[in-house]
């Protein structure tokens, strides 16, 4: 498992691409670190997302494909009407299967798949939302020795996705958005996600 | 506190799918194994299994529940219409190219519960070609062709499907295809005349006819490279020169070892064509 990067998957609902588009400019292209996008949306509106996206960061910013392996320096968007799953190689592997909490992608998914491959190599953050999704997810990645941090419901737009997470698991870290930053700019940091 | 979630081991898979091949002979070892596990994981769960040795031998000891487990590992999910363009692309360029042939005939590899089956049929009867054409419809799944042979769908997806009728061209009134009650909505007989559902398994089974037209969608993503090359191939092979071949919206021949013989013809649409050699 050495060859694979370490892995963060950031998780939102409504109201979290602010919180998104501040943080992604603290990420930088040579950390050891892949990145993993599960936003709920309209469908049909990828490439507008990662373009989006792409203007707050200088990694490179794509649409999971299927077959895709996890490399070092890129962020990887869940692609609209897909679940995103990880292969134990670090492969991606996309499906159309039942929704989630009415979503697909479901952050629930792809944060439980992640905890399968990554372990404690793993750190998920949740942001704002207006669903369930997220916090089964969450549990499992704890279970299986991975960093969890949810966005304080206080500060998020709409509070309910987080606060539900924080009231069913008990997770590492809840940020304010500040904390959030300087979270991501430790990430190079190798004691902080192991 | 969320009760801890009980975990199966990738080794705990492997095993179920080793049982799987060698007693009924299903071959899934080259599934998507992260897909594969989590829908294992699913049924474990909903099932309440005490302990995986007592999931496994219940597979290995109830064939009916071997039956219901195939249906839970393989993703059946699908809609009439699913993706539209790709329906538009169909009925204004590749069918009719098709309509030269004195004989058209189709093959809807992965069919599930048969709804782009029937769409595509419906397509044929509105560009007056059904009358001749053949559509083998085939799905490793009996219960799922089981649905597809009855043509009837929930009543409450109607409205979303004439939708995407519309989206992809359709003109009529979309309602005119089905008889309703209650719930449900059953598809006219006129539609099922010209389509012979079966099963066929992509991993094990061979070529059995030759085809105009191939379509597979959303059968792939759940296979590994390997298998999807060798099945690939095997719609290489069972493809007329100049046929066409349909795939799913995520997937593509790119970075296949079939590429070569096939070119693009619908980028977005994914649709290629057999080179002729
Ligand atoms: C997601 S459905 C696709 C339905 C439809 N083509 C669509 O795109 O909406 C995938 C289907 O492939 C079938 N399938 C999976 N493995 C198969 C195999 N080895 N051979 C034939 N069909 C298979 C499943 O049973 C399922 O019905």
Known sequence: MTSLPKLLVIGGSAGSLDVLMQLLPELKPEWPLAVIIVLHRRTDSDTLLSELLSTKTTLSVKDAEEKDILSAGCIYVAPSDYHLLIEPDGSLTLDASEKVHYSRPSIDVTFMSAAEVFGSRLSCLLLSGANVDGAEGLQTVQELGGFTAVQDPDTAEVSFMPRHAINIVKVDKVFRIGEMIAFVKSLNDDNRVV | MMENLRHLKDEDVLLL??????????????????????????????????????????????????????????????????????????????????????????????????????????????????????????????????????????????????????????????????????????????????????????????????FQLIVCRNVLIYFNKDLQDKVLHLFSESLEQLGFLALGAKETLRFTTVAPLFKPIAHKEKIWRKIAT
């Not at chain 2, 049982?19 to 829908?39: H, I, M, N, P, W």
């Not at chain 2, 009650?181 to 070529?207: G, P, Q």
């Open chain 2, 17 to 210: 799918l080793n049982d799987l091949l060698e007693q009924y002979g299903y071959d899934f070892t080259d599934y998507s194994f992260a897909s594969v596990k989590r829908r294992l994981q699913r049924v474990y769960i909903t099932d309440r299994f005490p302990s995986f040795a007592e999931f496994r031998y219940r597979v290995k000891t109830d064939p009916e529940y071997l039956v219901y487990l195939m249906e839970q590992i393989t993703v059946n999910v699908t809609e009439m219409f699913r993706d539209p363009g790709f329906f538009q692309e169909l009925r204004k360029q590749i069918l009719p190219v098709l309509a030269t042939y004195p004989l058209i005939r189709i093959w809807h590899a992965g069919c599930s519960t048969g709804e782009e089956v029937y769409s595509v049929a419906i397509l044929l009867h509105e560009l007056n070609l059904l009358h001749k054409s053949v559509i083998y419809a085939t799905d490793i799944n009996e219960s799922v062709l089981e649905k597809a042979r009855k043509g009837i769908f929930p009543l409450q997806y109607m409205q979303q499907y004439s939708q995407n009728y519309q989206l992809s061209g359709g003109q009529q009134e979309f309602s005119r295809y089905y008889a309703a009650n209650y719930e449900y909505a059953k598809f006219s007989d006129m539609l099922r005349e010209k389509i012979i559902f079966a099963a066929h398994n992509l991993v094990t089974d061979r070529s059995f006819n030759e």
